[in-house]
Nanobody, 121 residues
Framework: QVQLAESGGGLVHTGGSLRLSCVAS????????MGWYRQTPGKGRELVAH???????NYADSVKGRFTITRNYAENTVHLQINSLKPKDTAVYYC???????????????WGKGTQGTVST
């Protein structure tokens, strides 16, 4: 299967920046899309950004112009540069990957455990 390890969360003030990182590892697998989601207690999990195996990106409207997703295909890593942070960006950020493994007949979703990003006023 695929394991996703996140890092880079923390506490910053309004207007500050964070850089989140995620590494995919495991047995035989092929990663097709990687991305980031976030979750708050009252809102549920929502898409932040994702990037395909061809480099195509997609961003939520709420983060366009502030967040940038990048990927290293050789290392199976994905990064999220977050600038101009706002208190409403406070959430648990989850790494996501869509991958094909030897034990599945189709592509499947895999998730990291999450990393907390907190923006103080």
């Amino acid at each position: 299967q695929v394991q996703l390890a996140e890092s880079g969360g923390g506490l910053v003030h309004t207007g500050g920046s964070l850089r989140l990182s995620c590494v995919a590892s495991g047995s035989r697998f092929q990663v097709y899309r990687m991305g980031w989601y976030r979750q708050t207690p009252g809102k549920g999990r929502e898409l932040v950004a994702h990037i395909s195996n061809n480099g195509d990106t997609n961003y939520a409207d709420s983060v366009k112009g502030r967040f940038t997703i990048t990927r290293n295909y050789a290392e199976n890593t994905v990064h999220l540069q977050i600038n101009s942070l706002k208190p409403k960006d406070t959430a648990v950020y989850y790494c996501n990957a869509i991958a094909l493994t030897s034990t599945h007949l189709a592509q499947s979703d895999f998730w990291g455990k999450g990393t907390q990003g907190t923006v103080s006023t």
